[in-house]
């Protein structure tokens, strides 16, 4: 039988990280709400400030996502250490509030609220054990990605190249079913398939030693957290042009609750 060949090409990475900024941002927003039939004006109007509230936390996480962009290779491994950033009011200022001039049922609130940047901890409904069958190799040689999870759940893998490209390894075009069960070892790429991880160095490096990552995201539910991106065999690839697939994805796992997804990496090193 013919066999499949994934390349897992390598080279040094320089990474720039932006430095975080852990201060509080002040965001304006408006709410609205209209009176029901059995509400009371003060509960209309308690709606109307809970919907800005919402309004300017969404904003205001969107803020904190983009004041920690990566530029780097690995943006997409280095990004979603933010992915689950939530954000908490600490203070609220109403500017302006009232009932609509032409519908009178209708409450609004414009107010300034400042809002500090909370790092939810995931793990604490799905956890993953990730780990080479070989962190260590010489070019030509070949590895498997070992996982586990905590609870059934579907398991997508990342190769992250040297030069921004991403590649969906699982699932794929000819392996589509991704779910897992709780408790069970399993190991990509399986025996039967056919397909071998193999690294090797990018054509023209000339160092002696390398090393990247394998990225594996778990969520509890299916997602289709990455629609972008060519199809390349069985692969889905993103080059690194692909930046939009990068905050898509952030994006798509910042709507998760912390605790219906998390991630893990393994680091290989490649040493001619």
Partial sequence: MIK???IITAAMLYCFSANASEKPVWIEAEGEAYQGDIETPKE??????????SKAIDAAVGTFIKSHTVVSNSQLADDLIYASVRGKIDKVEVLKEGWDEKERNLYRVKLKALIEPVYSEKGEGLSLKLSLSKSVLKEGEETKVLYQASS??????????ADGSVT????????KDNGVKAGKAYEFPQAESGINLQAQFLPGFTGNKAEEKIKVIATKQKEDIIPLGF???MFKVYNAKSTGMISDLVKRLNQLAPTDWT???AVYVLKR
Avoid: H
């Avoid at 209309?44 to 509230?53: F, I, L, M, P, W």
């Fill in 4 to 6: 499949k060949l994934i």
């Fill in 168 to 175: 969906l390894l699982f699932p794929n075009s000819m392996n």
């Fill in 263 to 265: 991630e893990a990496t």
């Fill in 231 to 233: 199809q390349e065999g």
């Fill in 44 to 53: 209309v109007k308690e709606r109307a400030k809970r919907d800005a509230e």
């Fill in 152 to 161: 059934d759940c579907y398991i997508y893998i990342f190769s992250i190249a």
